[in-house]
């Protein structure tokens, strides 16, 4: 099992900045790729950012590209998700995601609790 416990967000005003963080514990050895994914009220959640564990290719959904930016310190065993530019529509509760993979075979996915983002106009 992989635990994560994200930190960070709150309120901020629109062009601002915030930047999430998300530590991950527990077997670690074997995550293949973090991520951050977003849910505003009475939508269904989305992908926002991707980062692989070895290698560190990130991939990001169009609307955030260029904006948000994803790292991660592997050795800490922690991603970060830096917002910047926010806009009222990025107003969501943010979601750090794993998953695990052996042989290249998906052996689990976890989840934060999340963590609320709110972008005031």
């Known amino acids: 099992q992989v635990q994560l416990l994200e930190s960070g967000g709150g309120l901020v005003q629109a062009g601002g900045s915030v930047r999430l963080s998300c530590l991950a514990s527990g077997l670690t050895s074997s995550i293949y790729r973090m991520g951050w994914f977003r849910q505003a009220p009475g939508k269904e959640r989305e992908f926002v950012a991707t980062?692989?564990?070895?290698?560190?290719?990130?991939d990001y959904t169009a609307s955030v590209q260029d904006r948000f930016f994803i790292f991660s310190d592997t050795g800490k065993n922690m991603v970060w998700l830096q917002m910047n530019s926010l806009k009222p529509e990025d107003t969501a509760v943010y979601y750090c995601a794993a998953d695990r993979r052996i042989s290249g075979s998906l052996i689990g996915e976890y989840w934060g609790q999340g963590t609320q983002v709110t972008v005031s106009s």
């Open positions: 980062i692989r564990w070895n290698g560190g290719m990130t």
